[in-house]
């Protein structure tokens, strides 16, 4: 081998394993939002996610996955709002009516009788929606959709693109838009769109 021969293929694996070093690796890049996320998380103190239950997943939402944004854990939205009535609210950090609405939802879902609330955040960083609930004492358990155009429970959804979006999923599984009215103004509102079901 000559030296010339040599020096290129020392150079050759050099490149290689510069290459090979500046990859991304997977376990640094799952690891790392949470690490990010942790102080907001616990700012936020948002309440669990709601658990799949026994009964059958709500179709329109089978197998939509979608990040839990107070812990990170991944859940099956279908099967989490499955069983009993549930108020969807699709909000993102920037939309300026979702900061009185979300502070509203809070207050109707403290009162005897409402049903349960599930905030979805999308179109935003998560924490900046975090940080946004915490600044709002808004401690609603919420799932992070992207921050993106689109998420996965945002096309199942098929949300307007004007935010915030209320939907009611009944204990049955239907899944209701509330067009009348677009942004809640008081908790008679709220109650008065989730009907009979409370």
Avoid at 29 to 50: F, G, H, M, N, Y
Avoid at 59 to 73: F, N, R, S, T
Avoid at 84 to 93: D, I, M, Q, R, T
């Amino acid at each position: 081998m000559t030296t010339v021969t040599k020096w290129a293929l020392a150079a050759a694996v050099l490149a290689v394993a510069l290459i090979v070093a500046l990859l991304p690796r997977g376990s640094d890049t799952a690891v790392k939002p949470s690490e990010d996320l942790a102080p907001a998380r616990a700012a936020a103190a948002l309440q669990p996610c709601p658990a799949p239950g026994p009964v059958p997943p709500v179709k329109q939402l089978e197998g939509v996955k979608a990040d839990c944004l107070g812990d990170g854990a991944s859940i099956d939205v279908g099967r989490a709002l499955a069983g009993a009535p549930v108020l969807v609210n699709v909000w993102a950090s920037w939309c300026e009516p979702c900061r009185t609405e979300l502070p509203l939802l809070q207050e109707y879902a403290k009162q005897p009788g409402a049903v349960r609330v599930l905030g979805v955040q999308v179109q935003s960083p998560a924490k900046d929606g975090l940080n946004l609930l915490a600044e709002l004492g808004v401690h609603l358990p919420s799932v992070f959709d992207g921050d993106g155009q689109s998420g996965p429970v945002r096309t199942a959804l098929k949300v307007p693109s004007s935010l915030p979006a209320s939907y009611l999923v009944t204990a049955a599984g239907e899944v209701r838009f509330i067009a009348n009215p677009r942004l809640f103004r008081n908790t008679d509102q709220v109650r008065a769109a989730v009907g009979g079901t409370s």
